[in-house]
């Protein structure tokens, strides 16, 4: 094979291994963060401790070291604990709280989670100046990525056409007669290569579309009163219950009515703490926000008293499901003892609240397979007295929703 073609064809080899791996880095890193928001971001952070110790480093605590150890403890935390003291000690240290086992994460998944968590423990602080935007949802690169993908295919199409050229002449000066190369718009493999690209690409469109139909993850709409949970919920500690009442003890959690604020705001009519920014960087003044509070409320601050009817808060709803799913807030939270921060995500550090969950129903299925139920001295599960005795028996450790009829069509349908 001649030189030109050749090198033509490496620089071509190597353009597209180049191309993989940036497309494989992307997708391990994006699995590893999802991976970590859904199964360990509501119990754990990288670099601070939460409902259980902070992850960075891992590896370099106890046993961990040893991946193997580490993949047991995750799959059963109740069951290595009984073989490992660094283990027990661990539960002993918070409270007695033992970690949900994660039967249903493979060795591949850990090894994601594990590589997103190194890769984050890394980079520096933020400082004040981004901490004002560290509460969006993260960023989609799917446009940037897509753009790439064809630039790269345009620059193969280029390639591939001076390759021909390249080729021609050097047959001509070894005396080959060949017909005139047929220009890659009129090649009917070039073009038929395309058709089937286009229709495979917008067959996959069309299916994520439909897929993705009525699920509105990170939406995040702008409210009629800045109400900052990271303000309420995370730096004054207000309990989430305070204003959420029914999420323990009914099927709704309910949106607090204007007088549950007006509780604190009768006396709080000015905004002291630290800065706060809506998601565009511009500062919201908070005592405006209060303000804005009191003509709700018909509240006059100066003469301390109401003064008129008011009227409710037009909140606009962002978590919605369909008509046809049932879901019950208690059943989760209080029999099956279920954080707010499993399914809304880290509430408590949220300025304007967005959708962190996607809902689906796979979503909730794969939650329901890997969720082990709270069955000790818990008397909404008195009546499986077979896991009971399983478990007093040492043939089980941990009974998951699904296996008391969690993943049945009819317990979240109508």
């Given at each position: 094979m001649?030189q030109?073609?050749?090198?033509?064809?490496k620089?071509?080899?190597?353009?597209?291994?180049?191309v993989t791996?940036?497309?494989?880095?992307?997708s391990?890193?994006?699995?590893?963060?999802?991976?970590?928001?859904?199964?360990c971001?509501?119990?754990?952070?990288?670099?601070?401790k939460?409902?259980?110790?902070?992850?960075?480093?891992?590896?370099?605590?106890?046993?961990?070291?040893?991946?193997?150890?580490?993949?047991?403890?995750?799959?059963?935390p109740a069951?290595?604990?009984?073989?490992?003291?660094?283990a027990?000690?661990l539960?002993?240290?918070?409270?007695?709280?033992?970690?949900?086992?994660?039967?249903?994460?493979?060795?591949?998944d850990?090894d994601?989670?594990i590589?997103y968590?190194?890769?984050?423990?890394?980079?520096?602080p933020?400082?004040?100046?981004?901490?004002?935007t560290?509460?969006?949802?993260?960023?989609?690169?799917?446009?940037?990525f897509?753009?790439l993908?064809?630039?790269?295919?345009?620059v193969?199409?280029?390639?591939l056409q001076i390759?021909s050229?390249?080729?021609?002449l050097?047959?001509?000066?070894?005396?080959?007669?060949?017909?005139?190369p047929?220009?890659?718009?009129?090649?009917?493999?070039y073009?038929a290569?395309?058709?089937?690209?286009?229709?495979?690409?917008?067959?996959?469109?069309?299916?994520?579309?439909?897929?993705?139909?009525?699920?509105?993850?990170?939406?995040?709409?702008?409210?009629p009163i800045?109400?900052?949970?990271?303000v309420?919920?995370?730096?004054?500690?207000?309990?989430?219950l305070?204003c959420?009442?029914?999420?323990?003890?009914g099927?709704h959690a309910?949106i607090?009515?204007v007088?549950?604020?007006?509780?604190c705001?009768?006396a709080?009519n000015?905004?002291?703490?630290?800065?706060?920014?809506?998601?565009?960087?511009?500062e919201?003044?908070?005592?405006?926000?209060?303000?804005?509070l009191?003509?709700?409320?018909?509240?006059?601050p100066?003469?301390?008293?109401?003064?008129?009817?008011g009227?409710?808060?037009?909140?606009?709803?962002?978590?919605?499901?369909?008509?046809?799913?049932?879901?019950n807030?208690s059943?989760?939270?209080?029999?099956?003892?279920?954080?707010c921060?499993?399914?809304h995500?880290?509430?408590?550090?949220?300025?304007?609240?967005?959708q962190?969950?996607?809902?689906s129903?796979?979503?909730?299925?794969?939650?329901?397979?890997?969720?082990?139920?709270?069955?000790?001295?818990?008397?909404?599960?008195?009546?499986?007295?077979?896991?009971?005795?399983?478990?007093?028996?040492?043939?089980?450790?941990?009974?998951?929703?699904e296996?008391?009829?969690?993943?049945?069509?009819?317990?979240?349908h109508?």
């Amino acid at each position: 094979m001649n030189q030109p073609n050749l090198l033509l064809r490496k620089s071509f080899t190597l353009c597209l291994f180049v191309v993989t791996l940036l497309f494989a880095g992307n997708s391990f890193a994006q699995d590893g963060k999802a991976l970590f928001q859904t199964n360990c971001a509501s119990c754990h952070a990288v670099g601070k401790k939460l409902t259980g110790p902070a992850l960075a480093g891992v590896e370099e605590r106890g046993p961990w070291s040893d991946r193997k150890k580490l993949y047991a403890w995750i799959h059963n935390p109740a069951g290595f604990a009984k073989t490992e003291a660094y283990a027990a000690n661990l539960i002993k240290e918070f409270n007695g709280i033992l970690m949900t086992g994660f039967p249903g994460l493979s060795e591949k998944d850990i090894d994601a989670i594990i590589g997103y968590i190194n890769i984050e423990a890394t980079k520096k602080p933020e400082g004040p100046a981004a901490t004002t935007t560290a509460d969006q949802p993260a960023e989609d690169n799917s446009l940037l990525f897509g753009i790439l993908a064809m630039v790269l295919a345009v620059v193969a199409l280029i390639l591939l056409q001076i390759n021909s050229n390249l080729k021609k002449l050097t047959d001509e000066k070894d005396g080959v007669v060949r017909g005139e190369p047929v220009a890659f718009w009129k090649n009917k493999a070039y073009i038929a290569t395309g058709i089937i690209l286009l229709f495979l690409t917008g067959g996959y469109l069309i299916a994520q579309s439909a897929i993705g139909l009525g699920r509105q993850q990170n939406y995040q709409p702008e409210q009629p009163i800045y109400y900052s949970h990271k303000v309420h919920a995370g730096i004054n500690q207000v309990n989430c219950l305070y204003c959420h009442g029914g999420a323990m003890e009914g099927k709704h959690a309910n949106i607090p009515s204007v007088n549950v604020c007006m509780n604190c705001h009768m006396a709080i009519n000015e905004y002291k703490g630290e800065k706060i920014f809506k998601e565009d960087g511009t500062e919201v003044n908070g005592t405006a926000e209060i303000q804005k509070l009191y003509k709700y409320a018909g509240w006059d601050p100066t003469a301390n008293k109401y003064t008129s009817e008011g009227k409710p808060i037009e909140w606009i709803k962002i978590h919605n499901l369909p008509d046809h799913v049932y879901f019950n807030h208690s059943q989760h939270t209080k029999a099956g003892g279920v954080q707010c921060q499993t399914c809304h995500g880290e509430i408590q550090k949220m300025g304007e609240v967005y959708q962190f969950s996607n809902l689906s129903m796979g979503w909730c299925i794969n939650c329901h397979r890997e969720t082990n139920v709270k069955f000790k001295e818990n008397g909404f599960y008195s009546m499986y007295e077979k896991f009971h005795n399983d478990i007093k028996n040492g043939k089980m450790d941990s009974v998951t929703v699904e296996k008391i009829g969690g993943t049945e069509c009819q317990k979240c349908h109508y």
